[in-house]
């Protein structure tokens, strides 16, 4: 698989449900970041996680990182129809890399 | 709060023509990132930018492309020579230390090629 692959590819949830995405990817990395996408528009960032953290909170928005495993969780908690987005997962590698790996997002629905 | 701003925000143009899309980096940000994203695919690496030089690019980021900082808060991409494949949404990013820090991306330009 490549570097950063979110699972599952969709989902689908009621409001006020919780919603549990998922990132591995291969290589170590320095920090792993969280961007949300609308259809057609622009990526917004949600959170940063260094590798040295375990886990971090915004809002309603929890991640866990486990470098041992090399993966990601995304859970957004109380879901909202508002949340119906895309949602990527990006690592950016140890020293000597300058880019941010995308992979493959997780759509979520929302559904009211 | 300060954003990454893209424009145009849509491009059509024929196939090659050369088309230049302009971000403006958030404004204390040293690091800049051009990707693009064609219709319901990945989010991909084009170029990364520091100190007026390329700091790494990818395969797709061949000798049709360009980037340059032509002042002190622009940041551009050129595309000499379009083909249909170049259609894409272009996205434009910053962060303040490399990939150590947050990168914000900003709304992106959609390309045509036509």
């Known amino acids: 698989s490549q570097q950063g692959e979110e699972d599952p590819q969709a989902l689908s949830i009621q409001e006020g449900e919780n919603a549990t995405m998922n990132c591995s990817y291969k290589t170590s990395i320095n920090n792993l970041q969280w961007y949300r996408q609308n259809s057609g528009r622009g990526l917004v960032h949600l959170i940063l996680i260094r590798s040295n953290e375990r886990e971090k909170h915004s809002g309603r928005l929890r991640v866990t990182l486990d470098t041992s495993k090399k993966s990601s969780s995304l859970l957004i908690t109380a879901s909202r129809a508002a949340d119906t987005a895309s949602y990527f997962c990006?690592?950016?590698?140890?020293?000597?890399?300058?880019?941010?790996?995308f992979g493959t997002g997780t759509r979520l629905k929302v559904l009211a | 709060e300060p954003e990454v701003t893209q424009t145009p925000s849509h491009q059509v143009t024929q196939m090659g023509q050369e088309v230049i899309l302009r971000c403006v980096p958030i404004?204390?940000?040293?690091?800049f990132y051009w990707y693009r994203q064609i219709l319901g695919q990945k989010v991909e690496f084009l170029v990364s930018?520091?100190?007026?030089?390329?700091?790494?690019k990818s395969e797709i980021f061949d000798d049709q492309f360009s980037v340059e900082r032509p002042d002190g808060s622009n940041f551009t991409l050129k595309i000499r020579s379009t083909k249909l494949e170049d259609s894409a949404m272009y996205f434009c990013?910053?962060?303040?230390?490399?990939?150590?820090?947050?990168?914000?991306f900003g709304q992106g330009t959609r390309l045509t090629v036509v």
């Open positions: 404004s204390n940000h040293l690091y």
């Open positions: 930018f520091y100190n007026n030089e390329i700091s790494e």
């Open positions: 990013a910053s962060s303040e230390d490399g990939s150590r820090t947050e990168a914000f």
């Open positions: 990006a690592t950016a590698g140890t020293s000597g890399t300058y880019k941010y790996i």
